[in-house]
């Protein structure tokens, strides 16, 4: 079992930085890929990004080169880091814990774990 919550939403203009964070418990982190996900109103959860095997990470071409995915197994805690925000990333951010999906040439993450989301708003 893996609980999430999710911390560091808010809103912000375009162009400007917010990072997100995920504490996790439970059997945690250091057994699973952790990872992000957003949900747009009126559209289908996406992948953001993930990190498996300590660093190794894969991103949504949306977010490649402006986002950035880390963790800190001391303290249980992933990162999101966004910069260059954009008012097309306005969505609920939801971080997740499962096996790591290959498929394609593409990663992504099964979450068999989720946190409650936080809202990020992105002002133009």
């Known amino acids: 079992q893996v609980q999430l919550v999710e911390s560091g939403g808010g809103l912000v203009q375009a162009g400007g930085s917010l990072r997100l964070s995920c504490a996790a418990s439970?059997?945690?982190?250091?057994?699973?890929?952790m990872g992000w996900f957003r949900q747009a109103p009126g559209k289908e959860r996406e992948f953001v990004a993930v990190?498996?095997?300590?660093?190794?990470?894969y991103y949504a071409d949306s977010v490649k080169g402006r986002f950035t995915i880390s963790r800190d197994n001391d303290k249980n805690m992933v990162y999101l880091q966004m910069n260059s925000l954009k008012p097309e990333d306005t969505a609920v951010y939801y971080c997740?814990?499962?096996?790591?999906?290959?498929?394609?040439?593409?990663?992504?993450?099964?979450?068999?774990?989720w946190g409650q989301g936080t809202q990020v708003t992105v002002s133009s």
């Open positions: 990190l498996w095997s300590g660093a190794s990470t």
């Open positions: 439970g059997r945690t982190a250091s057994v699973y890929a």
């Open positions: 997740a814990a499962g096996p790591l999906i290959y498929d394609s040439g593409s990663y992504s993450l099964r979450g068999d774990w």
